[in-house]
């Protein structure tokens, strides 16, 4: 059984840097792709960032890269969002993900909620001016 669990999330100030993280149990996790999904207050979730399962190939929604890198400890069985340069733009639950496989063959796969089967409970990150 796969379970994640998201930590790093809290209020902090616009401009600030945080480093979120997902530690993933249930086997096989370097077999998986991991991704970052964000859900602000009355919006859908929207990808984030998604990482294979060697952390050779990343993934960025487009407004976010540049400020966000994702990256995976397989030893560890964690993957991890930095964020910087956060504004009130970044206010949202973050969930981490687990896909099915360690990489697809389409790129788009990697940004689709449809490719992650497991899911965790979310962080919170809120960000004041």
């Known amino acids: 059984q796969v379970h994640l669990v998201e930590s790093g999330g809290g209020l902090v100030q616009a401009g600030d840097s945080l480093r979120l993280s997902c530690l993933y149990s249930?086997?096989?996790?370097?077999?998986?792709?991991m991704g970052w999904f964000r859900q602000a207050p009355g919006k859908e979730r929207q990808f984030v960032a998604a990482i294979g399962g060697s952390g050779s190939r990343r993934f960025y929604e487009d407004s976010v890269e540049g400020r966000i890198t994702i990256s995976r400890d397989n030893a560890k069985n964690m993957v991890y969002l930095d964020v910087s340069s956060l504004n009130a733009d970044d206010t949202a639950l973050y969930y981490c993900?687990?896909?099915?496989?360690?990489?697809?063959?389409?790129?788009?796969?990697?940004?689709?909620?449809?490719?992650?089967?497991?899911w965790g409970q979310g962080t919170q990150v809120t960000v004041s001016s």
């Open positions: 993900a687990a896909g099915l496989a360690a990489s697809y063959s389409r790129e788009y796969m990697y940004s689709a909620e449809t490719s992650y089967p497991f």
């Open positions: 249930g086997g096989s996790f370097n077999y998986r792709s």
